[in-house]
């Protein structure tokens, strides 16, 4: 069994910051690419960052130069530092992580449970 616990999510006001993290737990062979959507109501899920195994990193657009995502994995641990954020960014955030079980196979994807960032104006 996998399990993904996410945490730091929060209210903060225009131009603050916040860190999000997002745990794997459970049994496995290797995580591969992290993670980090957001999502507003009525609307689908939005890739905002990814990180790979080998460390590259990816963003979208409207987060470039404000969020920076990084990784320990030694601790099974995805990092989204938020920066500057703006009321724009209020949205839950989730972590989306690639696990392989076993040393064969294929991989499967886990969500965490989602968290709640609100910035206010």
């Known amino acids: 069994q996998v399990q993904l616990v996410e945490s730091g999510g929060g209210l903060v006001q225009a131009g603050g910051s916040l860190r999000l993290s997002c745990t794997a737990s459970?049994?496995?062979?290797?995580?591969?690419?992290m993670r980090w959507y957001h999502q507003t109501p009525g609307q689908q899920r939005k890739l905002v960052a990814t990180i790979t195994s080998g460390g590259s990193t990816n963003y979208a657009d409207s987060v470039k130069g404000r969020f920076t995502i990084s990784r320990d994995n030694a601790k099974n641990t995805v990092y989204l530092q938020m920066n500057s954020l703006k009321p724009a960014d209020t949205a839950v955030y989730y972590c989306n992580v690639e696990i392989r079980r076993y040393s064969w196979g294929d991989e499967s994807t886990y969500w965490g449970q989602g968290t709640q960032v609100t910035v206010s104006s």
């Open positions: 459970g049994n496995f062979f290797r995580i591969n690419a």
